[in-house]
């Protein structure tokens, strides 16, 4: 028993996380005064049996209780629940700040009331019943364990009283923390999340989240155990504990100089970027370093002057911060130097010094440690002239383990065959609200409120979380993918369930099929989301890798196309920054969508719009179109993406029925553009 002959109040312990934590601690030997006004979920009534019930269970257990039935927003109750635990029990050891309800509104609909309410309850009833427990507590010690939430923390959508109340939990927290340090009483806070009256009607809160699971956390806070941990805020999210942290960048210091508006701009990254941990040059790492500043020192040699012609650049490439080494090219001559060069046009940053070792000794293709985020620059054109006017292979000779191979890339063609049906599987994440959000926003779905509020997934929402394993499966070094011959040229989606907020999915891929074809190969790449066991969504990505030989295969020519009968169709713009605001949305950051140069090198006018963001435009169509508005009728969409889209272009989705048996009906669909050149072909959309 952790908390034998102790004491402690628990407001709003009539039910929910506060009858969870009053039941734990009677378990862990405490006595404790139950608190709770007994009224309803939004703060209306008060009645005795709420409390009582509580009382009456922690007896039937062999336990000590007492009932208090006072509000904790009144000044007079808070002190008289504290005073009761003194007078029924002789001391005060531990208080839960519990008690809580709800009234959520967005700000614009909100009444001065609900506001007050809300914060009455919450942050004023904290503040009083800390007050009162302080003073109690002042001589012997104790613990307060607050409660704060993720709707204050992070925010959240129709909170503003609430989340408002809760932040400031978390401030009173931090500073009564540290004034109460020396009397020998710790305050700290949790943010739960877990199933209870209150959140009842709240989907994203799973079932599976119980108060029991959240009340190990504050028996363990309330302990003296915890003695040492004080000032902070921790989340509880069912079983999963975490810590929140309030974290300062170093920023910038500009001394004597004041800031203007232009500067602040300017700096603005500088100023809320984040610095990573220290890197530790062991002695491995220290040999690999020193291998690495042999290579550099060699690529001078092996540069393509002729090709470059005029090329002037200032590269600076950091190994993962162990190390720093410059070439600087001018006109036909190159130059290596030990350390940061000046003005630097371009910045390559590797993760390590092995990833670069590994890229000239032709184990690792440029393109996979690209993909594979092992390599980042803020200058894409200039890495890739690098690329070519370089010979980072012959380079490695200077290593001495090898023979230099020709080029850069690996000798190795093909796709290894082995792979088929190797899994990858990552580990779960929730579908965040702001995360559907953005989706929905970068592809324009502002069609339905549901995705607009965040509380339903829009259906090409689930290849944001399956994106790290479709890249797992492709970057995979056995597989021998050649990244820049890839083109992605067919989806074929099945959602059993659309995803909505706290969904916690755990997203899997699998190679499910190699085939060689005339002018390639066709790579199948299954990937699943799970929820709590539940298959949602199945995708199977079509990638198409085109071989070294081009031409070859004679292009037949175009089938007249059907005359067909529209039921529908569906015009979108395609934005200047539709490619990058879907980068960011669902986090393919392909350099092809985001840097013009890549984009040109790779015989594009411009960037290009991801195909998936394309065929979210057809989703909608089809919803609005087929579905009579209802996401959830959507079965399965396949696309074959044709043509790659340019920002500028005007889409058009057109939809006609083509058959309909047991309940199903398929509709085919197709996008053209402008100039009726076709984007995605052979579509077909299931709608139940
Ligand atoms: P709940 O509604 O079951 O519990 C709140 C209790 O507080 C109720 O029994 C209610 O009668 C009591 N209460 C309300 N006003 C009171 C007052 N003025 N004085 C005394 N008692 C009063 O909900 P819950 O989910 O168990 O919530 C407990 C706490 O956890 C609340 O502070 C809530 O804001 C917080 N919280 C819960 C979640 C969650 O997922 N359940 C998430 C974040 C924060």
């Not at 755990?506 to 060689?516: D, F, G, L, V």
């Not at 594009?604 to 179109?625: D, E, K, Q």
């Amino acid at each position: 028993m952790k908390l034998k002959n102790k004491v402690a109040l628990v407001t709003g312990a009539g039910g929910g996380l506060g009858r969870s934590y009053a039941l734990l601690f009677a378990k862990e030997g405490a006595k404790v005064v139950v608190n709770d006004l007994g009224g309803t979920r939004d703060g209306g009534g008060a009645g005795s049996a709420m409390a009582d019930k509580v009382v009456a269970e922690i007896k039937e257990m062999g336990g000590e209780a007492v009932a208090n039935y006072g509000s904790v927003s009144n000044a007079a109750d808070a002190q008289a629940m504290v005073d009761q635990a003194v007078s029924a029990f002789g001391k005060i050891d531990i208080v839960v700040n519990n008690a809580g309800i709800l009234r959520d509104k967005t700000l614009v609909k909100m009444t001065d009331e609900m506001w007050d309410l809300v914060i009455e309850v919450h942050l004023k009833g904290t503040y009083l019943v800390t007050k009162a427990a302080v003073l109690a507590m002042s001589e012997n010690g104790g613990r307060i364990i607050n409660t704060s939430s993720l709707a204050g923390l992070l925010g959240n959508y129709g909170q503003a009283n609430y989340g408002a109340a809760k932040a400031g939990i978390a401030g009173l927290t931090r500073v009564v923390a540290k004034e109460t340090q020396k009397m020998g009483i710790t305050v700290n806070a949790i943010a739960p999340v877990a199933k209870t009256r209150m959140t009842q009607e709240i989907s994203m809160v799973p079932e599976s989240f119980e108060p029991e699971d959240i009340a190990p956390l504050v028996g363990w806070l309330a302990s003296d155990e915890a003695s040492h941990v004080t000032g902070r805020v921790f989340g509880a999210h069912g079983s999963h504990y975490f810590e929140y942290v309030v974290e300062q960048t170093p920023g910038i210091d500009l001394g004597e100089k004041r800031w203007t508006l232009e500067s602040v701009g300017q700096r603005f990254d500088e100023i809320t970027a984040m610095p990573k941990g220290a890197p530790v040059l062991d002695e491995a790492s220290g040999g690999l370093v020193e291998d690495a500043r042999k290579l550099f020192a060699a690529i001078p040699a092996t540069y393509r002057a002729e090709k470059a012609g005029d090329w002037k650049a200032k590269m600076k490439f950091d190994l993962g911060g162990l190390a720093t080494f410059s070439l600087i090219v001018a006109g036909g001559a190159t130059e290596f130097l030990d350390g940061a060069v000046d003005g630097a046009t371009a910045t390559v940053t590797f993760d390590g010094p092995q990833t670069i070792l590994d890229m000239a000794r032709g184990v690792l293709a440029p393109e996979q440690a690209f993909m594979g985020g092992k390599v980042k620059t803020d200058n894409m054109g200039a890495l890739m002239k690098f690329g070519q006017y370089f010979n980072l292979g012959k380079a490695a000779a200077v290593l001495g383990d090898i023979a230099p191979v020709a080029g850069a890339a690996p000798g190795k063609h093909g796709l290894n065959k082995d792979l088929v049906g190797k899994v990858h599987r990552g580990s779960a994440a929730f579908v965040l609200k702001e995360d559907i959000q953005a989706f929905a926003g970068a592809t324009d779905d502002q069609t339905n409120p549901a995705y607009l509020d965040g509380t339903q997934a829009p259906a090409i929402f689930p290849v944001r979380p399956l994106l790290s394993m479709l890249h797992a499966a492709i970057a995979d070094p056995e597989l021998n993918a050649d990244m820049l011959r890839l083109v992605h040229g067919e989806q074929d989606m099945r959602f059993h369930r659309h995803l909505k907020p706290w969904d916690l999915a755990a997203p899997r891929a699998e190679i499910q099929s190699i085939e060689t074809k005339a002018s390639g190969e066709l790579l199948n790449i299954r990937q699943w989301l799970m929820v709590d066991g539940e298959l949602t969504t199945e995708v199977i990505s079509g990638l198409f890798i085109r071989g070294e030989s081009k031409g070859g295969g004679e292009k037949k020519p175009a089938a007249e196309a059907p005359k067909r009968e529209y039921i529908y169709s569906e015009k979108h713009t395609v934005s200047s920054d539709q490619p990058s605001r879907y980068a960011d949305a669902s986090l393919d950051r392909n350099p092809i969508h985001l840097d013009p140069d890549v984009a040109k090198a790779a015989g594009h006018p411009s960037v290009i719009l991801h195909g998936l963001c394309t065929m979210a435009f057809a989703s909608r169509a089809v919803i609005n179109g087929a579905c009579g508005g209802k996401p959830e009728r959507l079965q399965r969409l396949k696309v074959r993406f044709s043509k790659p889209v340019l920002p500028g272009w005007v889409l058009e989705t057109r939809i006609w029925k083509e058959s309909s048996t047991l309940g199903i009906t398929t509709y085919g669909l197709e996008v053209v553009n402008q100039d009726g050149v076709a984007v995605i072909t052979n579509a077909i959309a299931e709608v139940a």
